[in-house]
């Protein structure tokens, strides 16, 4: 049972979630936010995959991206956005099918900077999940355009 | 106008580039290659959107990734595809509308090991071209399993 | 109680330890290696400060480097060494006197690649920690020239 | 010949330079400053080597993380300073003997925040320049604490 302060985040961080062209178009969902951490799926398809078929590094990237900014932005006032320095992810291993799980962690909450992690871990058809990708972020707080 | 080798060398990568179900989905075009280059273009189209309108970060890192996986695939042999080990990208701006092009360049072709980076830039609707982001990139060749 | 061979693993990579000119002009020491994992330390010293007196960041990026490089050797075949393809680091904090504790983790273990993170902490004079600097990073396993 | 002006910004970062006890340590000197340039120099010593006699991979990442930072520093305001969020590196290739030169440059001085690349080159006996690593930085301007 998630309680109401959880599901207030999970409406605010849902409601920027929604506004993503990109995440829609990928097919990604948001699971799962709590303070200071995010979790997004995204299921294996033709719209996410690469040359050999299997799932294209930029989607592990947008979704690492994602899971990594919205877990600061938990961790930003309620009325600001974030937005991303830079990142950067390594790539442990190529899966095909299945569904990737990106979980994105605060692991440090400045003013001026916000420093994430995030795992991605892919998930086979019997659900059995294996190491995907891990990333390192930084992010910036900034004011809504919206 | 373009020498024969290097219409070779842009059929050989666009065989792969077309390959690749997530560019045909972002809307992702092949402009150049050569030698240890290549260029990509992405227009910006909803499919490519985040929360504010913009280009979302992950379409600008899947773009890079695909400049700079690309240049480093001119430099490996023939019978070889690229995997990426990892990469790191700095976002310096954020744009909506127009289009953007991303320019991948071998740093260094090792034996096992090749480095990339790549530069983005966005072009406006009257072509003003505007540093979007930078890209540094880890990648090794690999047997091709199709 | 440390087992047997934990111990020759630490015999073997402090062997490769104490052969670092670097190293030991910083003032670093040994303090821990476990199959997949290690830990050395770095104490404030005039040889490590930057301009404001503080930990010199390329020491942190020198201790975090190490740290990841020998948890990477412990997973490697015992006849090779390592090399660091790359890293990236962030800084959490600056930090002034007292120590401070890097532990290197492997995070895969592959045949050609090997990846980690290590975590920088600062210990005050009277022992308490603080987040200083996170790092990820990419190593190959590379033949001995010595 | 320099101008007067770029006499004056190197005596401003000369300052700050000489104040690093560990560049001191390590055997660095500051070669040249411009707007938006700086460029370093280490010299191979057992101060600055690895297990295997080159240079040791915290040493470039040091220098590189000098290059880019007082690079930076020219595009900082004149009553500032600044200090590394985040780098990263990656090396070529190993040396030992001669000399590292790195040369760092910005590449979007910001308000908030400045990015730049570094580029290390190895000089051997004769002089002969052989690339050695490049590195990507997140930099911002901090209040001066001296």
Chains 1, 2, 3, 4 share one sequence.
């Not at 920027?16 to 178009?25: A, P, T």
């Not at 390594?90 to 979980?103: H, K, P, T, W, Y």
């Amino acid at each position: 049972m998630t309680n109401p302060d959880q599901n207030d985040l999970f409406k605010r961080i849902q409601a920027s979630f929604l506004r993503q062209g990109m995440m829609n178009n990928l097919g990604a969902r948001l699971l799962r936010v709590e303070p200071g951490l995010c979790e997004v799926a995204l299921p294996h398809s033709e719209r996410v995959s690469q040359q050999q078929g299997g799932f294209h590094g930029g989607a592990m990237g947008a979704l690492a991206d994602i899971a990594g900014g919205y877990a600061a932005l938990t961790a930003a006032p309620p009325d600001m956005e974030v937005t991303t320095v830079e990142y950067k992810i390594n790539f442990l291993a190529s899966f095909s099918g299945g569904e990737l799980r990106a979980v994105g962690r605060v692991v440090k909450a400045g003013k001026r900077i916000i420093v994430t992690t995030a795992e991605v871990v892919h998930l086979d058809a019997s659900g059995k999940p294996t190491a995907c990708a891990v990333m390192q972020q930084t992010i910036v707080p900034v004011h809504k355009t919206y």
